[in-house]
Nanobody
Framework: QVQLVESGGGLVQPGGSLRLSCVASGFTLDTYVIAWFRQAPGKEREGVSFLSLSDGKTSYGDSVKGRFTVSRDNGKNTIYLQMNMLKPEDTAVYYC????????????????WGQGTQVTVSS
């Protein structure tokens, strides 16, 4: 059974950094696409980063380019999202999601989801 568990969220001041983790179980990280999405209150769920595990290619949403970086540790079956230069508008619940398809910003393309971790950027 595929499971994704996020952690690492919290409260951080504007300009600060956080690193989110997504531990995957029930499958090996070699043929999946792993994405990070976020959802702020009253807003649509937004794709933040996309990692194709078969070839290592990454892509990012326009709002986080140059600030967020996705990486993986195969030995730990873990995907990380390093978030730097955080802004108040980055405040949201962050989810990791997995798909057997190609990277996509459309949430319906992802079959497995974690429970989410709250990130709050505030002074």
């Amino acid at each position: 059974q595929v499971q994704l568990v996020e952690s690492g969220g919290g409260l951080v001041q504007p300009g600060g950094s956080l690193r989110l983790s997504c531990v995957a179980s029930g499958f090996t990280l070699d043929t999946y696409v792993i994405a990070w999405f976020r959802q702020a209150p009253g807003k649509e769920r937004e794709g933040v980063s996309f990692l194709s595990l078969s070839d290592g290619k990454t892509s990012y949403g326009d709002s986080v380019k140059g600030r967020f970086t996705v990486s993986r540790d195969n030995g730990k079956n873990t995907i990380y999202l390093q978030m730097n230069m955080l802004k108040p508008e980055d405040t949201a619940v962050y989810y990791c999601a997995a798909s057997l398809g190609v990277p996509s910003s459309h949430r319906e393309r992802y079959t497995w989801w974690g429970q989410g971790t709250q990130v709050t950027v505030s002074s």
